[in-house]
């Protein structure tokens, strides 16, 4: 079965070096925290807050080595309550996990979006 992962992650700078790395960090979590491999990924879509252009975080997907993961980046609807400098993810990945088994995995200033699912995940920093 194919399922949605969302995960999501802050950066305190917008510079291409911490968005690709915060995005690597994040991208490599979702993937562990729920056993999946990149050959199990249909797509991955990615937003950024409308304060951060630096890059594309997708290119972390390649420079991790997941070159043939369909992705595309977005930008992130610009409300006033709006988490700033965020990276969001939605990864689709074949898993035999249930919707209440799937970990979804936000980080460091992140955690707040959505605290009911990520007591576990760490880092929070």
Not at 4 to 33: F, P, Q, S, Y
Not at 69 to 88: A, F, Q, S, W, Y
Not at 90 to 109: D, I, K, N, Q
Request: aromatic content about 4%; overall charge negative; charged content about 25%.
């Amino acid at each position: 079965m194919i399922r949605g992962i969302r995960g999501a992650t802050t950066v305190e700078h917008d510079t291409a070096e911490e968005i690709l790395e915060r995005t690597a960090e994040l991208l490599k979590a979702m993937a562990e925290h729920n056993e999946v491999q990149p050959d199990d990924m249909a797509s991955i879509c990615f937003t950024l807050s409308p304060d951060l252009h630096a890059t594309f975080p997708a290119e972390a997907a390649r420079r991790i080595g997941w070159q043939y993961v369909p992705v595309i980046c977005m930008r992130e609807l610009d409300v006033p309550h709006g988490l700033p400098k965020t990276i969001r993810v939605l990864m689709h990945a074949e898993t035999p996990r249930s919707p209440r088994e799937v970990r979804h995995v936000y980080l460091r200033g992140a955690v707040v979006l959505r605290e009911d699912l990520s007591s576990d995940v760490t880092p929070r920093g």
